[in-house]
């Protein structure tokens, strides 16, 4: 019996039994600390043996060969670089001493290196890696391989596909997660199965991290999705720190205690990692004995997945939009882009599309005069990194195709397969290799079926084709074909009888091309709404939109309520209520405020934009200049600065107030030179940042308060040497020297920038402040000290206050 | 490498002066926040490096590491007692929310300012966090852990001066960062530190 055949009827019987740590056997065996387990393994088979044997004897269906980090990126680091042969070995040692007990699982780890598009290692020099390292356990006599503790889907999934490239043995996919449910790389737990068991993984789940308690959690909100069995190898609980020692407290009991809790979230493979030994593996055995795992729920699912996020296509769900715009017909400017290479445009495209609700997006550069291959590959990787929403891949080349697919750092929607003869079997092997589902196109010749009945026998057709590679209905979704009706006045409605076959007989998802139907029509955006709300109606899934067309998404939310597709109607609710909603509402009606209850009210609330024009009312009132600052806004802005000291405001409010009474001042600033005043008579401050330091913002905050509150303020900007400093102090006689600093080390530059003022024979007042700075400190520099900008003018006013009553 | 981090909400809030329970934010000026902290967000790209290497000596007054280099501190050296490597991390937010943060001050916007500011500032610390979550993964199967602390030099005793050393064996010019000849990290928004590599039973 192959091994594969092996390993599903064991999984029939029962629970397979894993092993458990090897690092934390090897040391007690004498492995030094920071030492490579495959090193070791190669000095000290006879160790390695022991423990592959301890793991035997605990009941271990399946051992893991000691290969984790046995790749090209890692061994060097141990002075070995001939991956083959040491993998070959470790290999030979672990079936060794499996004999006929146990199955042996070649283990791959993370090459510690990023895959594109998340880093610089290429895709293709990933694979290869993982080749390597796949043949040599290959002749080492493994019976399947094990891929884990990954925390980069990309990474995963090269090495998937390597082992897909060489043989066809029994894949086991097990990724890392935190608590939460994602990898440290972003990759959450329904992405990673979807992404995974499409790309043709036999077993999917997760190792390492968490304790068993968390990972029963994990597995449990995988099991409704998984169509593959799910594997748990957790870890001995987390490690603790005692007496500045880190370990791993939970002993076997505990350990094995959650064994059948696994079993009933869904787990068909459990065993252990980090701190676990053969006494856990041999009492979690005892107390899974007997114990029947679930076989998977689901044989097929529609869904698509990003690198960290999924869309399932759900039969009476809302219509899922799939945004067209990152496509260069009639886009010079994304033309320009592409044509040099850049991605800015397309990303753009890409967030504008999601913010505007879209959940896929439409990938298409296919444009004269262009490397089509190389472009799709290229802007598939940036769109994948700008955004989470899953791709939709538009190609008509096969080659652009595969190179987009196998690239694609998630499940990809293919847009799409036809049933043009001489492709259709090629695109199904691809979409087949790399688990992709796909848009049915029912086209089949050079002319486009006009009718829904001739239409059905192409989708019937395609999909008894698609049938032997392996797909189910749930893997794709029809294109019930868009044609405008400005050409056929019936279009409209065989695409709509279309849907409806396809919902009510066929049993399958649908697609339009929506903004086809209104083609040479004026007007078009409410012929495509309407379209898509009859098409909602009839069942359509989803629609290759525009989601910045307003009308479009408005009619979308609306229809989604009346086909009863948005339960509670929430998603319309939340659409149309608060400051996103786009239809306007009745105009709120505006209290009857006085003018100087506008002003105040402006500076209380960081109203940048509603200052001015109270102002000038007020003004064209009679009331005075000096009369707005002194008795309105110079009150509003304390009663702010009160407001940030007791933290009933926060930073961002104080400084919209601050800003707010700024552009009051600039407004006024006329008006108070007719009345004779200067906006900045208390006097001068200059500030700097120390030499050595660069961090500015609060410095910045600190000038504008004191420009608020009626200080002349000079910025001399940041790292300012004492040099420079003396010579604008000379310039400027300033009253008040403002420093800032942020770090320990350059805080030291403010004593001696002080010091050198003092020496120089200037005289005036210091101020000091950041985030490092204490008011000890400043005491013992002869610096007065300010926590905020609101302390700082309080600082200065007082100061400014002595001196002049000393100059009286 | 380019890391990806789930946008510190909360640390960027209290960076902001946020008390929960008492500060006022109504819904609206919530949203407008919210929405700046997640432009922001869009801006930032993190990028980090790592690098394990070993401890040759460690004396009241600091470390050697392989290589002869030398870093000089001692509350650093009193981290370090029992470990046996170090791990070396930097973490850059990039030049582009740096400009942002330029392009807002200089347009008088310095609400916006402060607030792209302490999403540089969280997520560049969060990256740090991210570098030692990851390394920690990879030690556990070697049986190590790294020290719960960290050092950046410019703090402490831990003077600016070492930075040099640390952005060298980092090649940090290769994710965008460059050093000046007083040993500050531009763009801005970067940041050194050092962790300790100890035995993990």
Not at chain 1, 771 to 796: C, H, L, P, Q, W
Request: hydrophobic share 40%; proline share 4%; charged share 25%.
């Amino acid at each position: 019996m192959n091994t594969k055949l092996k390993i599903q009827k064991k999984m029939r019987e029962g629970l397979v039994i894993l092993d458990g740590a090897t690092g934390t056997q090897l040391q007690a065996l004498g492995m030094p600390d920071g030492e490579s387990p495959e090193i070791f393994g190669i000095k000290n088979p006879d160790a390695i043996k022991a423990v592959h044997q301890g793991y035997l004897e605990a009941g271990s269906d399946i051992i893991y060969t000691c290969t984790f980090g046995a790749n090209r990126y890692k061994l060097p680091q141990y002075g070995l670089t001939d991956v083959h042969e040491v993998n070959k070995r470790l290999a030979a040692i672990a079936k060794e001493a499996a004999g006929k007990r146990a199955l042996v699982a070649g283990d791959i780890g993370p090459t510690g290196r990023f895959v594109e598009p998340f880093g610089d290692l290429s895709f293709e020099d990933a694979v290869v890696c993982y080749k390597e390292q796949v043949q040599g356990l290959l002749e080492g006599g493994v019976d399947l391989f094990v891929i884990e503790t990954m925390i980069d889907i990309q990474e995963t999934r090269a090495a998937l596909i390597a082992i897909k490239e060489v043989s066809d043995r029994f894949t086991i996919c097990s990724m890392t997660f935190d608590a939460s449910g994602r990898t440290l790389n972003g990759t959450d737990l329904l992405s990673a199965l979807i992404t995974l068991q499409a790309l043709g993984a036999d077993v999917v789940g997760c190792n390492c991290s968490a304790g068993p308690k968390e990972m029963i959690s994990l597995i449990r909100q995988m099991k409704p999705y998984a169509k593959v069995p799910l594997v748990a190898k957790p870890n001995a609980g987390l490690p603790k720190l005692k007496e500045g020692k880190a370990f791993f407290e939970m002993g076997a009991e505990e350990f094995s205690s959650f064994g059948p809790a696994f079993v009933d979230a869904g787990a068909r493979l459990l065993g252990g990692c980090c701190g676990t030994t053969p006494e856990h593996i041999r009492m979690l055995r005892k107390n899974c004995d007997g114990l029947k795992p679930q076989p998977p729920q689901v044989k097929s699912i529609g869904a698509v997945s990003s690198h960290a996020k999924t869309v399932m296509f759900e039969r009476g769900g809302p219509l899922i939009i799939i945004g067209e715009r990152i496509n260069p017909t009639g886009k010079k400017d994304l033309q320009q882009e592409l044509l040099q290479r850049k991605f800015s445009l397309a990303g753009s495209y890409a967030r504008d599309q999601v913010k505007k609700g879209a959940s896929i997006l439409d990938i298409n550069v296919g444009m004269p005069g262009l490397d089509e291959k190389g472009a799709l590959r290229e802007v598939v990787k940036q769109i994948a990194l700008t955004t989470d929403a899953p791709l939709c891949i538009d190609t008509s080349r096969v080659d652009a195709l595969e190179a987009a697919l196998r690239v694609y750092p998630g499940r990809a929607l293919i847009n799409s397969i036809s049933g043009e003869e001489n492709t259709l079997d090629e695109r199904l092997k691809l979409a087949a290799f790399y688990g992709a589902m796909f848009i049915l196109l029912p086209i089949a010749g050079r002319a486009v079926p006009k009718t829904s009945f001739e239409r059905r026998k192409i989708i019937k057709d395609v999909y008894a084709k698609a049938l032997r590679y392996g797909f189910t209905k749930d893997d794709i979704i029809v294109d019930a074909l868009t044609m405008a009706v400005s050409a056929d006045g019936g279009a409209a409605l065989e695409t709509l009888k279309t849907i409806d076959w396809c919902n009510t007989t066929f049993g399958s998802k649908t697609v339009v091309g929506l903004s086809n139907v209104s083609f040479g029509l004026p007007e078009r955006k409410w012929v495509n709404a309407s379209f898509l709300a009859m098409a909602i109606s009839d069942g359509l899934t989803c629609a290759i939109a525009n989601p910045e067309s307003i009308e479009l998404m408005s009619i979308k939310k609306a229809s989604d309520v009346l086909a009863g597709r948005d339960k509670d109607a929430s998603a319309f609710i939340s659409f149309f209520s608060g400051p996103k909603g786009q239809v306007p509402g009745p105009e709120k009606e505006v209290r009857d405020k006085t003018s100087k209850e506008r002003i105040y009210q402006a500076v209380i609330e960081g109203d940048r934009d509603g200052i001015q024009t109270p102002i000038d009312k007020a003004i064209a009132e009679g009331l005075s200049a000096r009369a707005l600052v002194d008795e309105l806004m110079v009150p509003a802005i304390r009663k702010v600065g009160e407001l940030y000291e007791k933290k009933t405001y926060f930073l961002p409010q104080l400084i919209a107030s601050a800003e707010t009474m700024k552009r009051g001042f600039e407004h006024l600033a006329p008006r108070l030179n007719e009345e004779g005043i200067s906006s900045a008579g208390k006097g001068t401050v200059m500030l700097a940042t120390v030499k050595g330091d660069i961090h500015d913002i609060g410095k910045n905050i600190v000038g504008l308060m004191l420009k608020n509150n009626g200080f002349h303020v000079i910025d001399l900007g940041k790292d300012v040497d004492h040099e420079a400093l003396l010579e604008a102090a000379r310039k400027h006689n300033p009253d008040i020297i403002g420093l800032s600093a942020l770090m320990t080390t350059t805080m030291v530059n403010m004593q001696e920038a002080v010091r050198s003022i003092k020496d120089s024979g200037l005289v005036c007042d210091f101020l000091v402040g950041g985030a490092v700075v204490t008011a000890d400190y400043a005491e013992s520099i002869g610096a007065n000290f300010a926590k905020d900008g609101v302390e700082a003018v309080r600082v200065a006013e007082y100061l400014i206050s002595l001196k002049r009553n000393t100059n009286i | 490498m380019t890391i990806r981090i789930t946008l510190p909400v909360r640390s960027i809030y209290a960076r902001l002066g946020f008390k929960k329970g008492v500060t006022e934010l109504k819904p609206a000026e919530k949203e407008k926040v919210d929405k700046t902290i997640e432009e922001a967000k869009d801006i930032v790209h993190l990028k980090g490096a790592a690098h394990i290497i070993g401890i040759l000596q460690v004396d009241h007054v600091g470390i050697e590491l392989e290589g002869g280099i030398i870093l000089s501190s001692s509350s650093l050296a009193r981290m370090l007692s029992g470990c046996t490597q170090v791990l070396l991390m930097g973490a850059t937010a990039g030049q582009n929310i740096m400009d942002a943060i330029a392009q807002a001050t200089s347009s008088d916007n310095l609400t916006r300012a402060v607030m792209l500011d302490a999403v540089a500032s969280e997520m560049t610390d969060g990256a740090l966090d991210w570098i030692m979550d990851y390394v920690n993964q990879d030690l556990m199967r070697r049986v190590q852990h790294l020290t719960k602390k960290r050092f950046s030099a410019g703090y402490g005793d831990f003077y600016l001066e070492n930075q040099k050393a640390m952005y060298d064996l980092l090649r940090m010019g290769t994710i965008g960062v460059s050093i000046t000849d007083r040993c500050i990290l531009i763009p801005e928004k970067s940041v050194t530190a050092v962790a300790g590599v100890a035995a993990l039973r």
